[in-house]
């Protein structure tokens, strides 16, 4: 019996041709070749049919490329230059990840190693209770309501694949509308999990327009993202946006998500959060997602929270063991440390005023316009009307050949093209030389 690969390329969207190998009775539909030898008594082989040719997910392929690594690229060629860059491009803190609480990782590393399990400890548990309850005064059941993560990006990515029914699924949810300018991971696992991203427009206070949530699209939505502080623009939201929200999604019933990554990082008064806008018990149709990483300086450790909707911690419990994202334990004790502990948060929030406060006069004496810019550690500087076309990306260049890293917000969304986002994350004495360079070229 012959085989051969019968296929050439394969185009996106048209159908896999197979291998053509034959076994049993429908070998003879195969004329020609094995149903003549049939025909002649030959017995034939019983294989396993061979799927079609290997392929990787085809909406890999609609990834939009990772902001970061646009920067990165040339960023390497001037240092090769021997030009010092000072990084305001990326918000990966730089300040001290608090001793007590590595610490508390160091004495928890134990002789064996054993598996983490997914669900968690109960003490972690526990204090991700307390602090929710003391930060926004919700009765979170430790059990029910919350959940360790490894970090908000991975709670964030694998949110979408339990709400998101497979494609072809009748009635199917298709859409999840995330923010026109938003942090990458919600769009792109949307694009992974074969959904459609429905891009939520900001008003001219940065905030999502929740207008634009029509019975059309509401009733297509499976979640909506929101994100206070929001990343770029550093706009806060008040808690009657999350009580529109809700409403929405119990008229349509889809599920609101709220990505509360900087919460603690605020200058006048604390950020509100989703789960203070529910008003049954088990938080339905909500979801918070919050992390160590920037209220902690811990982005290394990967330690986060999810918390609300018993149903979707319910089934977060159900997946999670399956797919690897258990925390290990001595992060998990870290993690107790610092959810329990607020001095070292006040004295972090301290840090950035000074930075947030040395980098507003700059933008005063240089006449240029900050939007939003309430909470996280972002700036969002309007570009300058001198620069050709008010091109983020022209005036992020000039900044970047002085050294100066910020991010075009247009690698964000098109909303984003004429602002850069400036992240206070260095260390005071290099943002005060950063401002030094930036006060004698604008
Ligand atoms: C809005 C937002 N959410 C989540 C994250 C990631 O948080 P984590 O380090 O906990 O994964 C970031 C990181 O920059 C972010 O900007």
């Known amino acids: 019996m012959t085989s051969s690969i019968v296929s050439g390329p394969r185009c996106r969207g048209a159908p896999r041709k197979v291998r053509d190998r034959r076994t049993g009775p429908d070998a003879s539909a195969n004329k020609g070749r ?63 990840t608090p001793q007590f609480i590595r610490d508390a ?48 990006k991975e709670a964030l990515y694998n949110l979408t694949s339990l709400v998101l029914d497979p494609p072809g699924t009748p009635g ?66 008040p808690v009657a946006h999350y009580r529109r929200a809700l409403d929405l999604a119990h008229q349509y019933g889809f599920l609101v998500a709220s990505d509360e990554a900087y919460s603690e990082l605020w200058f ?9 806008a529910c008003t ?47 925390t290990p334990e001595f992060i998990q004790k870290a993690a107790i440390a610092a959810w329990n502990d ?26 240029l316009t900050v939007e939003a810019s309430q909470g996280a550690f972002y700036l969002w500087i309007r570009v300058p009307d001198r620069v050709p076309g008010r091109d983020a990306r022209v005036f992020a260049s000039e900044l970047l050949d002085n050294g100066i890293i910020v991010l075009p917000g247009s690698f964000m969304g098109p909303r984003g093209s004429e602002y850069v986002r400036l992240a206070f994350v260095p260390a005071i004495e290099t943002c005060r030389d950063a401002v030094a360079i930036l006060d004698r070229i604008l």
């Open 105 to 152: 990782l160091v004495a928890s590393i134990t002789p064996a190693s054993r598996y983490p399990t997914a669900a968690g400890l109960p003490a972690l548990k526990q204090a991700i209770a307390s602090w929710l309850s003391r930060r926004f005064g919700v009765t979170v059941d430790p059990e029910r309501h919350a959940l360790p993560a490894n970090g908000a």
């Open 342 to 367: 607020e001095v070292h948060v006040e004295a972090q929030r301290a840090r950035y005023a000074v930075r947030r406060d040395l980098f507003l006069d700059l933008c005063a004496r240089k006449n």
């Open 268 to 276: 006048d008064a604390p950020p509100a959060g989703l789960l203070q």
């Open 280 to 326: 049954d018990p088990d938080f339905s149709h909500a979801i918070v997602v919050n992390t160590l990483s920037k209220r902690s300086n811990m982005t290394a450790y990967r330690s986060g929270l999810i918390a609300g909707d018993a149903r979707v911690i319910a089934a977060m419990k159900n997946v999670r063991p399956r797919i690897g994202v258990a």
């Open 34 to 96: 094995c149903g003549e030898r049939h025909a002649a008594g030959i017995i034939p082989h019983v294989t396993t049919p061979v799927p079609a040719p290997f392929g990787l997910n085809r909406a890999i392929a609609d990834l939009r490329p990772y902001a970061f690594t646009q920067l990165r690229a040339r960023q390497d060629e001037l240092a090769a230059q021997g030009v010092r860059l000072i990084n305001f491009g990326v918000g990966d803190p730089e300040d001290e």
């Open 172 to 237: 199917r949810r298709d859409l999840v509308a995330v923010p026109e300018l938003a942090y990458q991971v919600y769009g792109d696992s949307v694009i992974l999990h074969h959904g459609e991203v429905f891009p939520l427009p900001l008003g001219s206070d940065w905030l999502p327009d929740l207008d634009a949530i029509t019975p059309e699209i509401g009733r297509r939505l499976a979640i909506l993202w929101l994100n206070s502080p929001h990343n770029p623009t550093g706009s806060v939201a």
